[in-house]
């Protein structure tokens, strides 16, 4: 069975310091998906990143980056330079191989991290 | 990408009785997908909704409690029925993009059983 652990229920920083979100997963599937999603307090889901099992550069949006290393089953996240704006529960997420191509189909979720960014 | 909008936005209901959530996407899509996000808690899949055919549950879900209708290729419903104070949560329609890379979801309909 597919498994994502997010350890750290919430986290608070300090605006402009660098956070990291932690995100280990768990699956017997060779060919799988990892994603990112930010829920501010309005509530709706937005995509961040998405990111294949045969694909383990790091990728860098801006004040994002992530980290995929497959040895340790962990893809983590990190904002630099936090802002308030970055309040929000982060959500880490895998999917299920099979029937739809691209991992765009149902997902397993982690418990969340709550950020919160003070100035 | 898509647009989803969905129906109530927030609702406030009492024991036994049932609740319909409507959701509308503004492109035609294979599958729908409909999640529950408990207080505090993560979300969790009920149900993929595939146009033409009954949904597909999960483990812990059944029809009973939560039907799901598919009458066309950009609109779902999900029932929550015989609804008890357990079934307070945020419900989340969600649908896949176009080359399914990724989900797309509504803003969710936040529901409040006395």
């Known amino acids: 069975a597919q498994k994502v652990t997010q350890a750290q229920t919430e986290i608070s920083v300090v605006e402009k310091e660098d956070v990291t979100l932690d995100c280990v997963y768990e699956t017997r599937d060779t060919t799988y998906y990892l994603f990112w999603y930010k829920q501010p307090p309005s509530g709706e889901l937005v995509f961040l990143i998405r990111?294949?099992?045969?694909?383990?550069q790091n990728e860098i949006s801006g004040r994002y980056s992530w980290n995929f290393q497959k040895s340790t089953s962990s893809f983590n996240f990190t904002i630099t330079a936090s802002q308030v704006v970055d309040s929000a529960v982060y959500f880490c997420?895998?999917?299920?191989?099979?029937?739809?191509?691209?991992?765009?189909?149902?997902?397993?979720f982690g418990t969340g991290t709550q950020l919160k960014v003070e100035l | 990408s898509a647009v989803i909008s969905q129906k109530p936005s927030r609702d406030i209901c009492q024991r036994g009785t049932s609740l319909t959530i409507q959701c509308q996407v503004d492109?035609?899509?294979?599958?729908m997908f409909w999640y529950r996000q408990q207080p505090g808690q993560s979300l969790t899949l009920i149900a993929t909704a595939n146009q033409g055919s009954e949904a597909t549950y999960e483990s812990g879900f059944v029809i009973d409690k939560f039907p799901i209708s598919r009458p066309n290729l950009t609109f779902s419903t999900l029932t929550v029925s015989n609804m008890s104070p357990e079934d307070s949560s945020i419900y989340l329609c969600?649908?896949?993009?176009?080359?399914?890379?990724?989900?797309?979801f509504g803003s969710g309909t936040q529901l409040s059983v006395l």
């Open positions: 997420a895998l999917s299920e191989r099979g029937g739809l191509t691209g991992g765009g189909n149902k997902l397993t």
């Open positions: 492109s035609q899509v294979t599958m």
């Open positions: 969600s649908v896949a993009g176009t080359h399914n890379e990724k989900l797309f």
């Open positions: 990111r294949n099992s045969f694909d383990e």
